[in-house]
């Protein structure tokens, strides 16, 4: 298990991806590699938290997140984690927050990790 995520945060695998957003395996680690999606490895398995999938698509504040927090000097897992984990400054996760619509609220946060 990934030490960075709660072990009951619940994941698609890249085939579970492939049928949710009805494109090839290929795309899916696109969606990856460009940061509109952030995967972490657990058991060897490469999975994206399903609070990044949106309807049928990645949840379009996230790559912006995503972005920042690589400038900020965190890596995918550590990104992942910090997405999931209770922010005091926000008040509540960050995931919560993009998915409520607030992404300029976790954006201000990700401007503090920098320094």
Known sequence: MSERIAPDTATYT?????????AAPGRIHRLIEE?????VR??????????FIQGNQPLPPLRGTLLALMDAGYSSDESVAWLLAH?????????????????????RATQSLAF
């Open 87 to 107: 922010n005091d400054e926000i008040g509540e996760r960050p995931i919560d927050s993009l998915n409520a619509g607030r992404k300029s609220a976790v954006r």
């Open 35 to 39: 940061h509109a999606l952030a995967a």
């Open 14 to 22: 890249i085939p579970e991806l492939v049928e949710i957003l009805d």
């Open 42 to 51: 657990i058991d060897g398995v490469l999975r994206v938290p399903r609070e």
